[in-house]
């Protein structure tokens, strides 16, 4: 469901191969969070990852935040600082799909690393 409201595109590159996009939970199931598409992004693997890791997050204006962090443990992320301040550029078009601002303020305060 996810990969269809999302047009099976990642909600931050706008990547298009089907094999590399995972549907992320914005808060996690094993903490209470919902299967629902509001609280989900459609994300390239390499994104879910760091999303699930804390590294990078998304606002409540559905802007894409990458924590200082990635460059101090691990020298690099140029790729990933290049989509800092974006907003998602693929986003469901019905509105009770759209992230919930809840779940995102809920992982912007319990698992970025700003």
């Given at each position: 469901m996810i990969t269809d409201a999302y047009?099976?595109?990642?909600?931050i590159t706008g990547e298009?191969?089907?094999?590399?996009?995972?549907?992320?939970?914005i808060?996690?199931?094993s903490l209470e969070g919902p299967h629902?598409?509001?609280?989900?992004l459609l994300l390239?693997?390499?994104f879910h990852t760091l999303f699930d890791q804390g590294y990078i997050t998304v606002d409540k204006s559905l802007s894409v935040e990458?924590?200082?962090?990635?460059k101090e443990?691990?020298?690099n992320g140029k790729e990933y600082y290049a989509h800092h301040g974006s907003k998602l550029i693929i986003l469901p078009e019905r509105k009770e799909q759209m992230p919930d601002p809840r779940y995102l303020e809920?992982?912007?305060e319990n698992v970025y690393m700003g």
């Open positions: 047009q099976r595109r990642c909600a298009k191969t089907l094999p590399v996009l995972e549907a992320a939970h808060k996690p199931y629902a598409i509001n609280n989900g390239r693997r390499d990458v924590s200082h962090r990635i443990d691990f020298g809920w992982h912007n």
